[in-house]
């Protein structure tokens, strides 16, 4: 099958039914040794130093790895790649724009999935086989998240890992299975994580420190048991058809429409608080404002940049967090002046120093 990358999550489904091999570009600048590499690629190239890390990375692993055809998502992720395509183009890359339509409506949804499978010369009914053949895997994906948070016997790393890589499944959505398979069966037959943990949910877009930050906070007594948009990759709500699958997935939409997902989604894992990650140079970091006032949570915004790993920095900030967490579920109940303190999770009332 021919590669095909692609620059976000986008219908896998009537690509495979073209004959193409997805290949999620972010998925491959992260796994590289080194990453920076990737982006010299592009700062050389002319991409500006304030411009945010994916999409330089995207281009240098365009450049790198001797893709031909890229599938752009140029509504519903991210403005800069109309730009990114441009650039792509220039270098003689077949780069074919996807927009998702401005909001959720599986009409709208049912025309721009058979424009794209008319581009590459596929039906919706091929696209159809292949959304059946992709359920079981999207089932896995979804039952090791289930074990994350109800059965706790799943690393918040390993729920990363594997949701995110929803988007291609690897390369390979046979294999991803099986192996998805083995890990599910074993994680099974785990001891749970301790009951005392912290429980944390992650929301934004996935972070270029993951590989450290899961791990880190699982050191200091907590755990993220929701991953918001990597879940989101595994179209947790698949619907009747393809058009209601792709309207249904939250993460191109607005913010109002991932907060219908995120918020019963905190109260049935029972989160403590909310790490809110924002890439540096990114639009989505403005949403910050819209989540600390709807989500009634402690909440943490990390920022992360070209940087892979986590600095002492970020280090300090997730240790603060978690202490102010864990001081505040400790502290009594006591009566003073007629008022309650000391309640259990602090919110909107926390000390904006350890708030962002
Ligand atoms: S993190 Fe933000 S700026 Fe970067 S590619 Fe994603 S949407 Fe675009």
């Not at 976000?8 to 080194?34: F, M, R, W």
């Not at 359920?135 to 790393?157: C, F, H, I, Y």
């Not at 994580?193 to 929301?203: K, Q, S, V």
Request: proline share 6%.
């Amino acid at each position: 099958m021919k590669k095909i990358g692609i620059t976000t999550t986008v219908p896998v489904e009537v690509l495979i039914a073209a004959g193409y091999q997805p290949v999620d570009l972010n998925n491959i600048l992260v796994s590289d040794p080194d990453p920076g590499r990737l982006i010299t690629i592009a700062e050389r190239a002319g991409f500006p130093l304030n411009c945010c890390s994916w999409i330089k990375g995207i281009y240098g692993v365009c450049m790198d790895s001797g893709i031909t055809d890229v599938l752009c998502v140029t509504s519903g992720d991210c403005s800069n790649t109309i730009m990114l395509m441009e650039t792509l183009k220039l270098k003689g890359l077949n780069a074919v724009p996807f927009a998702y339509p401005d909001h959720p409506d599986p009409h709208l949804m049912q025309q721009t999935l058979q424009t794209l499978a008319a581009t590459l010369g596929t039906t919706l009914d091929a696209a159809d086989k292949v959304r059946d053949e992709l359920q079981p895997p999207r089932d896995l994906a979804l039952k090791l998240d289930e074990l994350t948070w109800k059965q706790n016997t799943v690393s918040g790393w390993e729920n990363h890992l594997w949701l995110v890589s929803t988007s291609d499944f690897n390369g390979d959505f046979r294999n991803y299975r099986q192996e998805l398979n083995n890990l599910v069966d074993a994680c099974s037959q785990r001891q749970p994580y301790p009951g005392g943990e912290l429980r944390l949910a992650y929301i934004g877009v996935p972070s270029v420190y993951a590989r450290e930050m899961y791990p880190f906070i699982e050191k200091h007594g907590a755990r993220v048991v929701f991953n918001e948009t990597q879940r989101q990759f595994a179209m947790p709500e698949p619907g009747r058809s393809l058009a209601e699958q792709y309207s249904s997935y939250t993460y191109p939409y607005s913010i109002n429409e991932r907060l219908e997902d995120i918020k019963p989604e905190l109260h049935k894992r029972r989160v403590d608080g909310v790490i809110h990650y924002v890439q540096a140079f990114c639009h989505r970091g403005i949403g910050d404002i819209i989540f600390r006032d709807a989500i009634d949570l402690p909440m943490l915004t990390l920022e992360g940049n070209d940087d892979f790993f986590l600095n002492s920095h970020v280090k300090t900030r997730i240790e603060a967090f978690l202490d102010m967490i864990q001081r505040s579920q400790r502290r009594p109940l006591k009566l003073k002046k007629g008022k309650l303190e000391g309640a259990n999770a602090p919110s909107k009332n926390t000390p904006s120093s350890l708030r962002k």
